[in-house]
């Protein structure tokens, strides 16, 4: 039950793009569909983007996609917007009914 | 509308319990897991436990299994984590969080606002 792994950082300015990786194991990430994407601002509860790699609730806006190749997933968001400037945290099914976040990413707009 | 609210929460004493409580409504309780989640003061998510919809199956992270316990009574549309020997490390703001998609328990689609736990003596 390690964390997976995120940059702890990113940024871009607005209209960009740029993309979040998130790194685990053939044990988690890369042995199931099975990885979701967090928006959490400051002392909110955080907020659902994108579930089973690359789904997106009702209401996501499509400027947030994912990916999976081997044990990395990514989040990219594309046209930047001021509003997207919050936490990201991955998470993934890691068997046996279980699952682990990354250590999250906090994505700036410059 | 859909929500989840967390209570229970404060300070203790470590060694001491507490139970922590997720009241469900605007949706069908009993037909969805509910996870407990914590995120430590200025640190990530960390999954605590999961229980599936009719409570049939609990899991936990190492961390927290043989001292936390997770249940749910679909009567009162409410989760539960009763928490035991509580250590400084479990200070935290712990959501409940709804089990989204019947695929996997990954994906949590449903959030509560948090409550705050701090274990200090």
């Known amino acids: 039950q390690s964390a997976l792994t995120q940059p702890p950082s990113a940024s871009g300015s607005p209209g960009q793009s740029v993309a979040i990786s998130c790194t685990g194991t053939?044990?988690?990430?890369?042995?199931?569909?099975?990885v979701s994407w967090y928006q959490q601002y400051p002392d909110k509860a955080p907020k659902l983007m994108i579930y089973?790699?690359?789904k997106r609730p009702s209401g996501v806006p499509d400027r947030f996609s994912g990916s999976k190749s081997d044990n990395t997933a990514s989040l990219t968001v594309s046209g930047l917007q001021a509003e997207d400037e919050a936490h990201y945290y991955c998470?993934?099914?890691?068997?046996?009914?279980?699952?682990?976040f990354g250590g999250g990413t906090k994505l700036t707009v410059l | 509308q859909v929500q989840l609210v967390e209570s229970g929460g404060g300070v203790v004493q470590p060694g001491t319990s507490l139970r922590l409580s997720c009241a469900a409504s605007?949706?069908?309780?009993?037909?969805?897991?509910i996870h407990w989640v914590r995120q430590a003061p200025g640190k990530g998510l960390e999954w605590v436990a999961v229980?599936?919809?009719?409570?049939?199956?609990?899991k936990y992270v190492d961390s927290v299994r043989g001292r936390f316990t997770i249940s749910r009574d679909n009567s009162k549309n409410t989760a539960y984590l009763q928490m035991n020997t509580l250590r400084a490390e479990d200070t935290a703001v712990y959501f409940c969080?709804?089990?989204?998609?019947?695929?996997?328990?990954?994906?949590?689609?449903?959030w509560g606002q948090g409550t705050t736990v701090s274990v200090s003596s």
């Open positions: 969080a709804r089990v989204g998609y019947a695929s996997s328990v990954d994906g949590m689609d449903v």
């Open positions: 605007g949706f069908r309780f009993s037909s969805y897991g």
């Open positions: 229980i599936w919809y009719d409570g049939s199956k609990v």
């Open positions: 053939s044990s988690d990430v890369g042995g199931y569909n099975y």
């Open positions: 089973e790699v690359n």
């Open positions: 998470s993934s099914y890691a068997g046996s009914d279980t699952v682990v």
